[in-house]
């Protein structure tokens, strides 16, 4: 009856507005949620058989299941996320979600010029302990420009960053196996082979070869904040959500972020949110 009620008024309202225009304007009823429930089912299922609630959720999970859940940390005023770099022993970096800018970097062996000792929470990324870390190519540059034109083989891709606060940081591209989340003070070997998005445990099977920078050289607040580095968030090509949908370890490109606030934030870290990738 409502639907009916309701339907006869958008006609109305139809007439009265192709009336006033001119122009002769066709309007669609309204569908009772019932049965545009079971339409969408039908066409999620491609079937007009009766599907109980609890078949229609698992079926629903196990298309979308490759959703991740990584805990957020409070920094100085900032939010930042772990990722796990390398192998076979992945390392720990701590990146500021950034939803401004398109490239993740942070401090590598190579970095000169106290690259956050003493204020970062961890080392640097040491490439020589990963058997999967590679220089990007010179005919393979995603954001930054090639050293050796003539001969690319020998070259590298050298990027570099400015803020409007006044700090920067300079590096070369690299690639190598990363995941994000997982436990907090170990990295994650193997997978567990579950299927629980907020497991900790579970992160490791998300993990894809991810182009970063690899930093050379820090200034300003990327010498003295609590974070490692910086993680790209926003629509480039180089975006971190942007790679993990590229390689297919997440549906979509959506992610989000929810976030809480600690009195205070503490080295050995300070739980303050969390995020979702897919």
């Known amino acids: 009856m409502i639907v009916q009620s309701l ?10 507005l192709s009336s006033v225009i001119g122009k002769e304007l066709n309007y669609v009823p309204l569908i009772p949620y019932h049965q545009n429930r079971e339409r969408r089912r039908r066409k999620l299922f491609n079937s007009s058989s009766t599907i109980s609630n609890e078949e229609e959720q698992e079926e629903i999970r196990r298309r979308t ?19 796990w770099v390398g192998t076979p022993n992945p390392q720990r970096q701590t990146l500021i979600v950034d939803t401004g800018s398109g490239v993740s970097a942070f ?4 970095c000169k010029n106290q690259c956050g000792d003493g204020h970062h929470i961890d080392s640097v990324f040491d490439e020589g302990k990963s058997k999967t870390f590679t220089k990007v190519k010179c005919n393979d540059c995603k954001r930054g420009s090639c050293t050796n034109k003539q001969h690319p083989e020998q070259g590298e891709c050298k990027i570099s ?3 409007q606060e006044g ?26 082979g579950g299927d629980q998005d907020i497991d900790p445990n579970h992160a490791k099977a998300f993990s894809f070869d991810m182009t970063f920078g690899c930093q050379t050289r820090l200034t300003g607040l990327f010498k003295t904040q609590l974070a490692d580095g910086i993680m790209g968030m926003d629509i480039a090509d ?8 590229t390689q297919k370890k997440v549906p979509g ?3 989000s972020l929810c976030f809480a606030r600690q009195p205070t934030a503490e080295r050995e870290g300070t739980e303050s949110g969390a995020m979702t990738m897919g």
């Open 7 to 16: 339907n006869i008024v958008l006609g109305i309202a139809v007439m009265m």
């Open 65 to 83: 299941s490759a959703v991740q859940v990584g805990a957020l940390y409070q920094g100085y005023g900032t939010h930042y996320i772990d990722l």
């Open 107 to 110: 401090p590598c062996s190579g």
């Open 161 to 163: 960053m400015s803020y």
């Open 167 to 192: 700090s920067s940081w300079y590096a070369f591209e690299a690639r190598d196996q990363a995941y994000i989340g997982g436990p907090h003070d170990h990295g994650l070997v193997r997978d567990n």
């Open 238 to 245: 180089t975006a971190f959500n942007k790679m993990m949908h």
């Open 253 to 255: 490109l959506d992610f």
